[in-house]
């Protein structure tokens, strides 16, 4: 096939109708008329000698042939790049240049560094700069990432996309917090009457009983009694506050919640676990991307600007 045959605009299209799977609602899309889109389709078919797009069994939408199932991903990943080629910038200045964000992150990476990444960033730029915040969908991470959808994921080194390129970040290392005032006292805790106490688990795995501190217990020889788990850490201060439940927590998050709870060493050895920081090979060269790298960089600790 001659690419000299083929309209750029054409291609937008066949990414439009591929990605709706119906002509009005990917023409609305592309902010064009549906009968123009109509004509696209069928110089696309002309181009590609096949029918692309078939009416759906159900009467609504369309189905992609195999030739279009084939094309898809690949014509999208080929536009993106494209389009990053084109609206590249020498330079980006976060106060006066718009952009948004898109961050993937887990609790934990949200709590250490989403929460003060949020603050430097509101302090240093402008109104055209925002960020949105999600939840990594292990299953579908590195395809959103590869699609654009997701410029930055914070995670720990379990979740990290191997095709991605990632810088650590730091060690998460848990300590055991309980409310003030707590009837065990302030003594540290000995391996037995931690293993007694009722435990509150912050789990991403909702329903789960068991976490990174018990597999440590588990190579021991040992359990802890857990009776509540969450899928959030801002849940636990309360839940401690008005219980004698006690939680292990990321030592940096302590110095937040240290009006309402005390900290205490693990009585095991405790290595923690890495956070690290991935992106797509395609934003390695984007400025805007490669500040936002730098203040996630600069919010760790011996770093320059921490």
Not at 135 to 150: K, L, W
Request: with cysteine; net charge neutral.
């Amino acid at each position: 096939m001659d690419l000299r045959q083929i309209d750029l605009n054409l291609l937008v299209s066949l990414d439009a109708l591929l990605t709706e799977c119906n002509v009005t609602r990917a023409a609305r899309r592309l902010h064009m008329s549906q009968p123009a889109l109509s004509a696209h389709l069928a110089r696309l078919r002309q181009v590609f000698d096949d029918p692309l797009l078939l009416p759906a069994e159900t009467g609504r939408g369309m189905t992609p042939t195999a030739r279009a199932l084939a094309l898809g991903p690949a014509l999208h990943s080929a536009l993106k790049d494209l389009e990053s080629v084109v609206s590249h910038r020498p330079s980006f200045d976060p106060r006066r240049d718009e952009r948004t964000f898109h961050i993937a992150v887990n609790d934990t990476a949200m709590m250490v560094l989403g929460l003060p990444l949020i603050e430097r960033v509101s302090a240093l730029a402008g109104p055209g700069l925002k960020v949105t915040f999600r939840n990594p969908d292990v299953g579908h991470i590195a395809a959103q990432m590869e699609r654009g959808e997701v410029d930055l994921l914070l995670a720990s080194d379990r979740l990290l996309p191997p095709s991605m390129k990632t810088r650590p970040l730091l060690r998460v290392r848990f300590v055991m917090a309980q409310r003030k005032a707590h009837p065990r006292g302030l003594g540290p805790v000995d391996l037995d009457a931690y293993c007694q106490l009722s435990h509150v688990l912050v789990t991403e795995i909702g329903g789960s009983l068991s976490g990174y501190v018990d597999d440590t217990l588990a190579g021991l020889g040992r359990r802890r009694n857990v009776v509540m788990s969450v899928e959030k850490f801002m849940l636990v201060p309360e839940i401690l506050r008005c219980s004698d439940y006690v939680c292990a927590l990321p030592s940096m998050l302590m110095s937040r919640f240290a009006s309402v709870l005390d900290m205490f060493e693990l009585p095991l050895d405790d290595e923690g676990f890495g956070l690290r920081m991935a992106w797509h090979p395609r934003n390695h060269v984007d400025p805007a991307v490669g500040w936002l790298r730098e203040q996630v960089i600069a919010l760790v600790p011996g770093q320059p600007g921490a």
